[in-house]
């Protein structure tokens, strides 16, 4: 895999298990085969990765939090998340890894990405814990994505994606349900998008009725609509990502905290510093000092 230089921790721009790191699209390989893998230490990719763990067992730290690493568990991340994880034993599974352009062939609409639990949407556990019965089941499909890629063939990636939305479609079933009762479908979906939206424009967008108006609803109806599916407002969400990056961005550069707040478009360094306490219950240089070194 291909390391480009950055200012922070390590981001991999590109994946070249499949030897085409050029043109990189998709590509698939056994964990076993990459003694590389596990990186115990924070990185990030620029597309997306999938870990499909047929035996291991350790810690997955994504985002600041902790997971088990277990037998049959399957990890999302989506590009720009932070990870790293370890295991005791040798992982035995599968890595898949897809640029941007192949997710967004797979899902146009965001509408259809808010159906997928899995990527993208921030407070949604990012980990399906599998039973043996349905982990075996499920193997066939990877075995033919892995026949697909080595066999290099003509049409191959338009084979790949039918079974990979075949494998996510049947991991959603699995996938365990977050609405609450009573929640209509369309508050659960325009809260979803409202979710992909403030990944796409946390920095760029300025109070919530920006992003109403770009889901073309009322500010009311989007605090609505949050309200009912996650018992929280719509500022709350925009919140918690900026605290999110504020704390990629403390554990992760040198840079100093007054530059962070101004890179996260904080004008009042010391509003900055009571808003990530509010939060966090720690000043910014408290956290820095903590979690600098988070492997």
Known sequence: MTALAAPDFPTFDSSDFSGEAAAFYFDLVKLQDRPEIPRA??????????????????????????????????FFVSPGQLHSWASSVRPRGFVINFSTEFFVQMFPRSEDI???PFFHIAGDTPVLYLDKDRHDELMPLLHEMEREVTSRAEGRFDIVRSYLLILLTRLRRLYPAHEADGVSPQSYSLTKRFKLL??????????????AQSLHVTERQLNDAVK?????????????????????????????V?????????????????FFKKHTQLTPGEFKKRYSDPV
Request: proline content about 3%; some cysteine; overall charge negative.
């Open 258 to 274: 007054a530059e962070i707040a101004f890179q996260l478009n904080f004008e009042d360094f010391a509003y900055f510093c009571r």
């Open 198 to 211: 403030i990944e796409q424009h946390y920095l760029d967008f300025g109070p919530v009725r920006d992003y």
């Open 114 to 116: 808010a159906q997928f």
């Open 41 to 74: 230490f924070p990185h990030r990719h620029n597309y997306y990765h999938l870990l499909w763990m047929s035996d291991a067992a350790g810690t997955h730290m994504l985002d600041f939090e902790s997971f088990e690493v277990r037998p049959h568990t399957v």
């Open 228 to 256: 009912r599916t996650l018992g929280k407002t719509a500022g709350q969400l925009v919140h918690e990502r900026l605290i999110l990056e504020a704390k990629r961005l403390l554990s992760n550069t040198d840079m100093a």
